[in-house]
């Protein structure tokens, strides 16, 4: 079946560092891929897509390409800032067409 | 901007009774999806809706049912509700598969005492 599986956290950074979160998959052909964010005491907001393998989706500065080799989909930030405290999610699309999530990585930077 | 109303954001319910949750979208979406979302295990999907009068069973429906009459509305129910049953309830809804993905409400938080 479907699953995602992603580091758990939680993940403190000081501001200005690199960050990654690592998320891999398992599913049957190739699946969209998905990054959802929440901020504290909201609902969960797209960050970036990929549908395809070595697509790469960004926003923000937040990047993460689809590797089919590795079944990965790793979010990456290069400079990270106090505003970027939230919870991370890893998702894919299924073939009915809903999303699985993965458990979630909760990211703290620190001024 | 595009909204997925929760009608709720905080709820508090006595075991055995009748709960509604309801959500509206103002987006002309055909899909809609509950989930809940409870630490240490992410959003599991509960059931999901790819058209008027037409409902899924998703990976946890039990001790759930849903309705949807209208296009824009998408209501979860708990038919005897019980304390296993609190947690953070999401709604969402979506144009189709893949090209905008999700846009989720804000969540109503259920507690059942």
Known sequence: GNSVTQMEGPVTLSEEAFLTINCTYTATGYPSLFWYVQYPGEGLQLLLKATKADDKGSNKGFEATYRKETTSFHLEKGS?????????????????????FGKGTKLSVKP | DVKVTQSSRYLVKRTGEKVFLECVQDMDHENMFWYRQDPGLGLRLIYFSYDVK???????????SV???????????????STNQTSMYLCASSLGPTPGGYTFGSGTRLTVV
Do not use: H, T
């Open chain 2, 67 to 81: 309705s949807r009459e209208k296009k824009e509305r998408f209501s979860l129910i708990l038919e005897s509700a």
């Open chain 2, 54 to 64: 037409m409902k899924e069973k998703g990976d946890i429906p039990e001790g759930y």
């Open chain 1, 80 to 100: 990270v800032q106090v505003s970027d405290s939230a919870v991370y999610f890893c998702a894919l699309e299924r073939s009915q067409g809903n999303l699985i």
